[in-house]
């Protein structure tokens, strides 16, 4: 392959969770970057995944975003679906759009939820906050201008000390789970943008984990139903505050 247009960068890992000639599923650890961007040109999982699938990506091109289908952020882990394929991508694509795929997180908050379950449907908007002279970032606000936003949550677990949910984001809003959370008094811990300051250093990183997706296979139309293990950066955080972690026992949001 000649000049490819993502660098490619084998000190990038990530473990593959799925592989067919047509997509890829693969789980992204927690400090690093999806894609491209400033300051982030050569540390990305997409400049990772080019040392392992570029000629395919390549061919994909820069209008189909080389593959990758969705996003998570810098400090949060989990699972990403990444097409291999033109037929894989645009049908993916129109899969996220109808809202045909289901997406599941852990997230180790400082209370538990008033309510075991719920649904949150709060609005969102981005905005973007100045972060010195020369650069700035995107973050999420609740907003009646914003655009609609759902997020399905369940409490797993409650200790004295906090407690573990699981989120199922509907929508696909910028910081979604973080902000609709943090807005019924369950912040993630290590959130130093939307949680209390009592939160952000209570976990190594954001205590937040893309563990499972569920859809169908946008060639062959088999059920897929990809999971990952808690990830080991967070179980001591678990430990301490007297959760456990958790198993495939718990059933899903909206699961069957």
């Known amino acids: 392959m000649n000049s490819p247009s993502v660098e490619p960068n084998p000190r990038v890992t990530f473990r593959v969770h799925h ?20 300051g ?72 538990a939820p008033r309510e075991e379950t719920g649904v949150i449907r709060r609005p969102i908007i981005e905005l973007l906050r100045r972060k010195d002279r020369y650069t700035s970032r995107k973050i999420a606000r609740i907003s009646a201008s914003g655009k609609s936003a759902l997020t399905a949550y369940r409490t797993l677990e409650v200790s004295e000390f906090g407690a573990l949910v699981e989120a199922r984001p509907v929508t696909g809003r910028l910081h979604q789970v973080r902000v609709h959370l943090d807005l019924i008094g369950c912040a993630v811990l290590g959130d130093d943008v939307y949680g209390p300051r009592s939160v952000w250093k209570a976990a190594p990183r954001l205590a937040l984990h893309a563990h499972r997706l569920r859809f169908a296979h946008p060639v062959t139309g088999e059920a897929m139903d990809m999971q990952s293990h808690f990830p080991r950066d967070l179980r001591g955080t678990l430990k301490a505050i007297r959760l456990r972690r958790p198993d495939l026992e718990h059933d899903p949001v909206g699961s069957g």
């Open 19 to 38: 592989e067919d000639e047509h997509m890829l599923v693969v789980e992204k650890p927690a400090r690093v970057v999806t894609q491209p961007g400033v």
């Open 40 to 111: 982030h040109q050569h540390d990305t999982l997409l400049n990772g995944l080019f040392a392992t699938h570029g000629e395919r990506l390549q061919n994909l091109g820069q209008a189909r975003d080389f593959g990758l289908l969705h996003r998570l952020d810098k400090e949060t882990s989990g699972l990403v679906i990444v097409a291999l394929s033109g037929k894989a991508y645009d049908e993916m694509r129109r899969k996220f759009a109808q809202r045909e795929v289901s997406k599941y997180y852990w997230a180790i908050v400082h209370k």
